[in-house]
């Protein structure tokens, strides 16, 4: 892989060495006996796009709890399809690649009907990328699995209706609106700041404080590199629209919740220590787990909105990625994704609760849909591994990680610096001679994560930021790059 605008850039990879040692040191064995279904048979469905989107991580937690693994992938990207094909080919019980960049609900139909007939039983069905999120539903639907229906995943993907829904019920102080030629110069030229996104969306891409300077061609160049875009293209939608809503001040966080039977668990809250804006993306450079800016009290209470939130919008199963800013006490939802978190934020959260991450957590929660003692038992778990708001012990762990992002130009050289503190787990995803070219979206680098006792973090913390921020070293070609 050549050029890192292509679809299925690097930041859907995860380095397969890593994500298999987490998994063989955190992942204990299950037994599913009592829930009445027969082993030898039975599996679960896996969505993969391109290739990619957390597979190895879902096949090894399956392997671990005895179960098969059928993947259904969209097509990867040229120069590599055959390659991933023929590796996941090897690594699944059953593999099967359209030749399309995305599926759709016709593929997955086929791939039920085809498990079907050779006598496979398919207990779940799970999916990592946002975009099958709604073919995921579909699918546990047809399946008899209890899971996140199909309109309200609709509902939090369509920032522009669940902007105003919270607003009208009093959840939101601000509403958004459908973004036009005539209304951008009001919003760019205005002293009060809005903020523009798609309207439906992921990966940062669009999203950007408005100012004197922005046209509407700067959007019409955005909408053109996404329908350009075979992959990324159709998760923003048939009809690329953005809104604009007021810009939310405060300090930004992201709650990781898993809801079962109407009961929604915090597993974990991370604060983002450092974000940059830049012109058409929000890059979440650094995060930190529990957050160090919020009181017990304060989370507590964050919880306590989270709870709210969930019960007015309905939102009685699945796995969510909350992230929402707070000032002066209050909170405002940015966004609600009805998936994992992205980067290192499963692994944080197993490293926090000492026993599993946030994926195999969703996939368990999932499985427990098959017998009502397997429910029971789940809903135990997940009491016992959600986020502790007050805890000092030196046994308790929190963690850090830090997202780099890559720069126009072509890769000359990259390398790992060893600082102080030498991270847990370390992930490249670009190498040398990758070429990157401008995009209006977040292009993954690599990332590290550390882990330090709880109580312990908030003092090293500065250390952590200050030296993570160059531990990664990379050299662009002198004429077109930057230097890191």
Same mark, same amino acid.
């Given at each position: 892989?050549?050029?890192?605008?292509?679809?299925?850039?690097?930041?859907?990879?995860?380095?397969?060495?890593?994500?298999?040692?987490?998994?063989?040191?955190?992942?204990?064995?299950?037994?599913?006996?009592?829930?009445?279904?027969?082993?030898?048979?039975?599996?679960?469905?896996?969505?993969?796009?391109?290739?990619?989107?957390?597979?190895?991580?879902?096949?090894?937690?399956?392997?671990?709890?005895?179960?098969?693994?059928?993947?259904?992938?969209?097509?990867?990207?040229?120069?590599?399809?055959?390659?991933?094909?023929?590796?996941?080919?090897?690594?699944?019980?059953?593999?099967?690649?359209?030749?399309?960049?995305?599926?759709?609900?016709?593929?997955?139909?086929?791939?039920?009907?085809?498990?079907?007939?050779?006598?496979?039983?398919?207990?779940?069905?799970?999916?990592?990328?946002?975009?099958?999120?709604?073919?995921?539903?579909?699918?546990?639907?047809?399946?008899?699995?209890?899971?996140?229906?199909?309109?309200?995943?609709?509902?939090?993907?369509?920032?522009?209706?669940?902007?105003?829904?919270?607003?009208?019920?009093?959840?939101?102080?601000?509403?958004?609106?459908?973004?036009?030629?005539?209304?951008?110069?009001?919003?760019?030229?205005?002293?009060?700041?809005?903020?523009?996104?798609?309207?439906?969306?992921?990966?940062?891409?669009?999203?950007?404080?408005?100012?004197?300077?922005?046209?509407?061609?700067?959007?019409?160049?955005?909408?053109?590199?996404?329908?350009?875009?075979?992959?990324?293209?159709?998760?923003?939608?048939?009809?690329?629209?953005?809104?604009?809503?007021?810009?939310?001040?405060?300090?930004?966080?992201?709650?990781?919740?898993?809801?079962?039977?109407?009961?929604?668990?915090?597993?974990?809250?991370?604060?983002?220590?450092?974000?940059?804006?830049?012109?058409?993306?929000?890059?979440?450079?650094?995060?930190?787990?529990?957050?160090?800016?919020?009181?017990? #009290?304060?989370?507590?209470?964050?919880?306590?909105?989270?709870?709210? @939130?969930?019960? !007015? *919008?309905? +939102?009685? =199963? &699945?796995?969510?990625?909350?992230?929402?800013?707070?000032?002066?006490?209050?909170?405002?939802?940015?966004?609600?994704?009805?998936?994992?978190?992205?980067?290192?934020?499963?692994?944080?959260?197993?490293?926090?609760?000492?026993?599993?991450?946030?994926?195999?957590?969703?996939?368990?929660?999932?499985?427990?849909?098959?017998?009502?003692?397997?429910?029971?038992?789940?809903?135990?778990?997940?009491?016992?591994?959600?986020?502790?708001?007050?805890?000092?012990?030196?046994?308790?762990?929190?963690?850090?990680?830090?997202?780099?992002?890559?720069?126009?130009?072509?890769? #000359?050289?990259?390398?790992?610096?060893?600082?102080?503190?030498?991270? @847990?787990?370390? !992930? *490249?995803? +670009?190498? =040398? &001679?990758?070429?990157?070219?401008?995009?209006?979206?977040?292009?993954?680098?690599?990332?590290?994560?550390?882990?330090?006792?709880?109580?312990?973090?908030?003092?090293?913390?500065?250390?952590?930021?200050?030296?993570?921020?160059?531990?990664?070293?990379?050299?662009?070609?002198?004429?077109?790059?930057?230097?890191?």
């Amino acid at each position: 892989m050549t050029s890192i605008n292509s679809p299925t850039d690097r930041a859907l990879i995860l380095t397969r060495a890593a994500s298999i040692l987490w998994q063989m040191t955190r992942t204990a064995r299950h037994d599913f006996s009592d829930s009445g279904v027969g082993m030898s048979k039975a599996g679960v469905l896996i969505l993969s796009h391109c290739g990619y989107s957390f597979v190895e991580n879902l096949l090894i937690i399956l392997e671990s709890r005895g179960l098969k693994s059928f993947v259904l992938s969209s097509c990867p990207a040229e120069e590599q399809a055959d390659y991933r094909i023929r590796t996941l080919s090897g690594l699944t019980h059953d593999m099967v690649a359209t030749r399309n960049h995305a599926l759709s609900w016709q593929d997955v139909s086929r791939m039920l009907t085809r498990l079907n007939a050779a006598g496979e039983e398919v207990l779940c069905c799970i999916s990592v990328w946002e975009g099958y999120r709604p073919l995921m539903a579909l699918a546990n639907q047809q399946l008899g699995v209890t899971d996140l229906p199909v309109k309200q995943v609709d509902l939090l993907r369509d920032k522009l209706t669940l902007r105003n829904q919270l607003n009208a019920c009093g959840l939101s102080r601000t509403r958004a609106t459908l973004l036009t030629p005539a209304l951008l110069p009001q919003m760019a030229c205005g002293d009060h700041r809005y903020f523009i996104k798609p309207r439906v969306g992921l990966a940062s891409c669009g999203t950007f404080s408005p100012c004197a300077q922005t046209h509407w061609r700067d959007l019409e160049a955005i909408r053109g590199e996404i329908g350009r875009d075979p992959v990324y293209q159709s998760a923003f939608g048939a009809v690329v629209q953005f809104i604009a809503e007021d810009y939310l001040p405060g300090k930004e966080y992201s709650f990781e919740v898993i809801a079962l039977a109407g009961q929604p668990h915090v597993m974990a809250i991370h604060e983002k220590c450092e974000l940059t804006e830049v012109s058409a993306a929000v890059l979440e450079d650094a995060c930190v787990s529990p957050p160090v800016s919020l009181t017990p #009290d304060d989370c507590q209470r964050a919880i306590a909105w989270i709870h709210r @939130l969930f019960e !007015q *919008l309905e +939102l009685r =199963e &699945g796995c969510f990625h909350v992230e929402a800013r707070s000032q002066d006490g209050g909170w405002e939802v940015i966004e609600i994704n009805p998936r994992v978190g992205g980067s290192f934020i499963s692994h944080s959260v197993g490293i926090q609760n000492g026993q599993q991450d946030m994926l195999a957590i969703w996939l368990d929660t999932l499985l427990s849909q098959r017998s009502q003692h397997a429910r029971l038992q789940q809903q135990a778990k997940l009491n016992a591994l959600a986020f502790k708001v007050r805890s000092d012990s030196v046994t308790q762990r929190g963690t850090f990680f830090r997202v780099y992002f890559a720069h126009r130009g072509r890769i #000359d050289s990259i390398s790992l610096r060893t600082p102080p503190h030498e991270p @847990l787990l370390s !992930q *490249l995803f +670009l190498h =040398e &001679g990758d070429e990157i070219t401008d995009a209006s979206r977040e292009i993954f680098l690599g990332q590290l994560l550390w882990e330090c006792p709880r109580n312990q973090l908030k003092k090293q913390l500065p250390a952590l930021l200050r030296e993570s921020r160059y531990a990664i070293a990379v050299k662009y070609h002198p004429t077109t790059g930057v230097n890191l």
